[in-house]
């Protein structure tokens, strides 16, 4: 038996990041039922405490764990956590992305602002939920972050106002997402039974430990696989991937603009690092039937989400099926990453660079769409977006660097995270995966000139009441942050890998 | 530094246009920055020894040190006159534009000025990846010229535009990649700058089509070739020339072509010596495909700009089978036809152009008896069908004759199926000339009322007239700061192909200490 847990200081200051992150969490809910009276508290003390509670998230984050980027590495609560240097970037992309995707909540219509509180508290805990899983170092650890992610989302999604789709995407999102959760928890109730074997009847489970006896096992213990392979499946629901990638279109569609934008953005860079974990199961690499189907897994997510995304009319359905074909892309970097011998490696890196320019995009173009939805409700087609350019020129040239910036057309950041993950795809010689990548990126470019076209290449209608001045607030601010970060981000890439 | 002043300062100039608060006086201001701007490269001609065939004027530093990416800018023979030639076209493109932009002449005008820094970060990049952002990133605002002042199918013509260069370029973006790699393999570390490139050995296997260095060529000539445009990936050119405004053709034939061919003489030929060879007879062959193609299907447009655009599929095609010769004449001819191509192909589109401003009809049929109506028009018209015919004494005649003597050379087939070329090209240019100009008045011209040259119009022909002349009469002053260049990369691809070991690099890799006394000189 491994020996009994003792739990220390240094434990609880690694993971006070996550606490403060829990009683920040608590601020609005108490607020309102203590001193309010069960009224809602204003909306803007509401977004500051929250606010307030990322931003010391962040710092404490940085302040504890600052060390984990020159190669510390700690192990907290028996090995159950880890911090390293891959879990501090996964975390910091995370918080960075939720702080800005969070002030997109505030002014859409579609969110109930009579439950901002317990907005704010479902959101909050499921950042919580998601630095336990980048943070988590075995298989359990991963599974209680992804369900304590995964329910509050599934809440958050049910949450919004009455809209044509949304009750249809949360519970399509929770029939989907508990099954996916089953069969992953199956899966690693597999692994474990197979490696139990080998170690004499000692529970062994965490990654470090088991990575080789895992490199063993793939091709010796039929049991062994099938977890594997089940837990593969879980993840691939989570991250939307071919051919688990179904619900994702339905439910970035159906759930609020501002969710879709966190769902994109913070959950995906989230179930993206903890996959990167699990993939350090030295396994993939070592059976070529496995490495072949995930390679396929790979270019069938970006052909199904490219083509996808190629016949929609409705901007949003489109962003969500490119999310699909984004997460192809970034699936074949976590291939790339199994290869990988060291811990943070190039292959990490660059899947983590994606994931922020990504979620940057994605923060700029749904969080356009919002500004659209709000003005002129829900289903905006491309038609909205006519002459744009003769009318807020800033704006139609924010929302087309984002666009470029989805497309990955030089110089934007775009580019150059595409550069860095198809470089290390092709480190591993997975040459394949490279070029079916590139034409990829190319059927890409076709849908993200539409909307660009349509802003530059038509003149404005009258009947559109579309007004970008006067969207305002700290929103349109974030928007053309968003935007000038996809212009010059490539230029700072140096300081960011 | 003076030629990161020259690429960048367009980007500002594109900056300073944007928030200049009087539009009023937009064009007069983009065509001061653009006087200064071929001011200052003239004075990169001016300090440019042509005596040596390193690249000079070299401005670099590590810029992604983690992928071995630098940015390193550096001009030698075989750049120089591509730099003079796009600065030389602007001004002439903001004059010749004056009339026929009549709205959003600021976007206008800042998208003109974003293109220049593209295509002149692209002749002056000497890293794989800084290339192919200066490459690529030229598409947005030539697709936005065409889209947004361009004729009625304009967005199906820019959408074609785009997504064809596109599709070619992630060829060359794969290659890339793998080139980055192969460095890295050759000597530990991820490097996509050229000058190390040129060192490493990639692996070719005499006699088998696939090797590395095949394949390698193969991704970057696909790019290229879409770009130049060869036959059979011309397709999106005529399109794209018909839809776009007359100064968008004139730069997308002037300038923006040769960023194809450029990329065969500076990345395709130099990195895979054995590959080109190898594969040159394909070329040799798409190269004579587009040469008498192009001209055949120019001869049955009744449209003049397509006609124009088709013609130019046809001289791209003589640049392409110079260059595959693989011979100085073959390989200077091409260079030379390039700056021709720019020139003559450029001018007819301003004629073009200035025609269609005044009757908007560009059928041949709606024209007839036109030299009587506007002689000095005609006169002007007919100087550039000559060069662009190759008539001795133009500047056509230098190009191609040396081109053909290049072919010839390589072998008399080539030679022989060129040749013909000239004559289908002589076939058409005068054909359309004999159906505008002359012959009966065609009554219909009667309406229009037509003017004469304004004063506007001879400052765009003019210079393009005297370039004609000029590099005709005196090709020497042209070719001596080429000559070194291109013998130098002649030299050392037949080293390479006969697998001597004594390749001789271009020179500004080495240490200060070892670089030529010049290059010290330059600021850092």
């Not at chain 1, 090995?79 to 969070?102: E, H, P, Q, T």
């Not at chain 1, 298989?139 to 009750?167: A, D, P, R």
């Not at chain 2, 009469?473 to 030299?491: A, C, D, M, R, T």
């Not at chain 2, 020179?507 to 600021?523: A, M, R, V, W």
Request: some cysteine.
């Amino acid at each position: 038996m491994s020996p009994s847990p003792s739990l220390t200081l240094a434990d609880f200051l690694l993971v006070l990041p996550a606490v403060t992150l829990f009683v920040f969490s608590l601020l609005p809910l108490a607020i309102k039922v203590f001193i309010n009276k069960n009224t809602e508290v204003q909306t803007g003390t509401n977004l500051a405490i929250a606010l307030l509670g990322l931003f010391s998230a962040l710092a404490l984050l940085i302040i504890f764990q600052g060390s984990t980027f020159s190669g510390v590495t700690y192990l907290a609560f028996a090995k159950a956590l880890v911090f390293d240097r891959a879990s501090m970037v996964g975390n910091l992309i995370i918080l960075i992305l939720s702080i800005f995707s969070l002030p997109f909540f505030t002014h859409h219509p579609s969110i109930n602002k009579a439950q901002f509180s317990e907005l704010i508290f479902l959101y909050l805990n499921s950042i919580l939920g998601m630095m336990f899983l980048v943070w988590s170092n075995d298989l359990i650890m991963t599974f209680i972050g992804l369900e304590m992610m995964s329910l509050c989302l599934y809440m958050l999604v049910c949450m919004n106002l009455e809209q044509k789709l949304s009750k249809e995407a949360a519970v399509k999102y929770f029939v989907l997402g508990s099954l996916a959760s089953g069969i992953l928890l199956y899966g690693i109730s597999l692994i474990y039974g197979s490696v139990i074997i080998l170690t004499d009847g000692q529970v062994v489970t965490h990654y470090s430990d088991i990575q080789e006896i895992a490199a063993e096992l793939v091709t010796k213990d039929r049991i062994f696989l099938l977890g594997y392979i089940l837990v593969l499946v879980g993840f691939a629901f989570k991250v939307a991937v071919f051919p688990f990638h179904n619900w994702a279109p339905d439910v970035y569609q159906g759930a609020s603009t501002p969710l879709t934008i966190f769902m994109s953005t913070a959950v995906k860079a989230a179930s993206f690092a903890a996959f990167l974990r699990f993939v350090s199961l030295d396994a993939i690499a070592q059976s070529n039937s496995l490495l072949w189907v995930v390679q396929w897994v790979a270019v069938l997510t970006m052909l199904i989400g490219n083509f996808g995304a190629l016949v929609q009319s409705s901007i949003k359905r489109m962003l969500a099926y490119s999310s699909v074909a984004h997460s192809g892309y970034i699936f074949s970097g976590v291939i790339a990453a199994c290869f990988a011998t060291q811990p943070y490696n190039a292959a990490i890196q660059s899947v983590y660079v994606y994931l922020l320019a990504y979620g940057l995009f994605s923060i700029g173009t749904f969080g356009f769409l919002s500004f659209l939805e709000k003005k002129l409700g829900e289903d905006i087609n491309f038609d909205a977006l006519k002459g744009l350019f003769y009318k807020s020129p800033y704006a139609a040239l924010g929302l087309a660097l984002c666009f470029l910036g989805l497309a990955g057309i030089p110089p934007t950041l775009g580019f150059f995270s595409k550069l860095l993950l198809f470089s290390t795809v092709t480190t591993t010689g997975l040459y394949w995966l490279l070029l079916w990548g590139l034409i990829n990126s190319v059927i890409g470019v076709y849908y993200y000139l539409r909307p660009i076209v349509y802003m530059f290449f038509y003149a404005p209608e009258e009947s559109s009441t579309f007004d970008f001045s006067l969207v305002g607030g700290i929103q349109q601010k974030l928007f053309f942050v968003v935007s000038v970060l996809s212009l010059i981000g490539g230029f700072f890439l140096p300081a960011l890998i | 530094m003076l030629l990161s002043t020259i690429v960048f300062l367009p980007l500002v100039f594109a900056f300073i246009v944007a928030f200049n608060p009087k539009e009023k006086i937009t064009r007069e201001l983009s065509l001061g920055f653009s006087i200064l701007l071929l001011g200052l490269s003239l004075l990169m001609l001016f300090r440019f020894d042509p005596t040596t065939p390193d690249v000079q004027m070299v401005h670099q530093f590590k810029w992604i040190p983690q992928l071995g990416i630098d940015y390193i800018l550096g001009v030698d023979g075989i750049s120089i006159w591509l730099i003079i030639l796009s600065n030389f076209l602007l001004p002439l493109v903001i004059v010749g534009s004056w009339n026929a932009i009549k709205d959003k002449v600021r976007l206008f005008h800042v998208a003109l000025f974003l293109l220049q820094t593209s295509m002149l970060g692209s002749f002056l990049a000497l890293d794989l990846v800084l290339f192919y952002i200066f490459f690529e990133s030229s598409l947005i605002p030539m697709a936005m010229m065409i889209g947004i002042w361009g004729g009625d199918r304009k967005i199906y013509a820019s959408f074609k535009f785009f997504i064809y260069t596109m599709f070619g370029s992630v060829f060359m973006l794969a290659s890339i990649i793998c080139l980055m790699l192969l460095n890295k393999a050759a000597t530990g570390e991820l490097s996509s700058n050229l000058l190390d490139l040129y060192r490493i050995d990639i692996a070719f296997v005499e006699g088998r089509l696939i090797s590395t260095q095949t394949l390698l060529f193969l991704g970057f000539a696909i790019a290229l070739a879409i770009k130049v445009p060869m036959f059979p990936v011309h397709t999106w050119l005529p399109d794209a020339h018909v839809q776009a405004p007359t100064p968008g053709s004139v730069i997308l034939a002037g300038v923006m072509l040769k960023m194809g061919t450029y990329g065969f003489l500076r990345f395709a030929f130099p990195l895979f010596p054995d590959a080109s060879e190898q594969l040159s007879q394909i070329f040799l062959l798409l190269a004579v495909i587009g040469i008498i193609y192009g001209a055949l299907v120019a001869m049955v447009q009744t449209d003049v700009k397509k006609l124009v655009a088709y013609s130019s599929v046809s001289h791209m095609g003589y640049v392409v089978l110079g260059l595959f010769a693989m011979n100085e004449a073959g390989v200077t001819g091409g260079l030379y036809q390039m700056l021709n191509h720019g020139i003559s192909t450029g001018a007819l589109f301003f004629l073009v152009g200035m025609i269609y401003e005044r009757t908007h009809t560009r059928e041949v049929s709606a024209y007839g008896g036109l030299a009587r109506i506007l002689p000095i028009y005609t006169i002007f018209f007919l100087i550039i069908t000559f060069s662009s015919i190759a008539v001795p004494l133009t500047n056509g005649f230098v190009g191609e004759f040396l081109i053909l003597m290049g072919a010839f050379m390589k072998s008399s087939y080539w030679g022989i199926l060129g040749v013909t070329g000239v004559v289908l090209g002589a076939t058409y240019m005068l054909w359309v000339v004999k159906k505008i100009f002359f012959g009966p008045e065609n009554e219909k011209l009667k309406k229009y009322e037509l003017k004469d040259l304004s004063p506007r119009e001879w400052c765009v022909l003019v210079p393009l007239v005297i370039m004609v002349f000029w590099m005709g009469l005196f090709p020497g002053h042209f070719l001596k700061y080429s000559e070194v260049s291109v013998n130098h990369l002649i030299q050392n691809m037949h080293n390479y192909s006969i697998g001597t070991t004594e390749i001789k690099p271009i020179n500004i890799g080495l240490k200060d200490s070892q670089k030529p006394s010049h290059i010290i000189s330059e600021e850092k």
